[in-house]
């Protein structure tokens, strides 16, 4: 079973998420601010797939995604927004996001995305 980090600060988009990628047959963490997010990620291993928002309270929009594609190279990261630009979410794919994700999003596409996501390459 993947391990699925969901990173937001409104705990109703983490619930949603979590519901929907439960059903799908992933175990899921959640995380509200980027301080969690370092912290989970630091003491698991496990995870492989992260779904950042790019607003947080204690982080600035791409800061979370760089820090994952430093001390976590090997999880793939979707990033989630409901005030991305089309020039936020390219930067975010350049600086190795997997997949971009607009809030109110599909939860559907979301779970699709998330597959594609944890199949290897």
């Given amino acids: 079973m ?6 937001d600060d409104e705990p109703l988009i983490r619930w949603a998420v979590r519901e929907g ?25 496990a995870v492989q797939i992260a779904l950042l928002d790019v607003r947080l309270p204690d982080s600035d929009d791409l800061a979370l995604l760089r820090r994952f594609q430093r001390d976590a190279p090997l999880c793939r990261v979707i990033v989630m927004t409901a005030h991305g630009t089309p020039e936020l979410l390219g930067e ?16 559907g596409r979301m779970i699709d995305l998330v597959r594609a996501a944890g199949t290897p390459a």
């Fill in 21 to 45: 990628l439960e059903t799908a047959g992933y175990a899921v963490l959640e995380a509200g601010t980027a301080r969690e997010a370092l912290a989970v990620l630091e003491g698991e291993s």
């Fill in 2 to 7: 993947q391990t699925v980090l969901v990173v």
């Fill in 92 to 107: 975010a794919l350049r600086e190795g996001a997997f997949g971009t994700v607009s809030k109110p999003f599909d939860m």
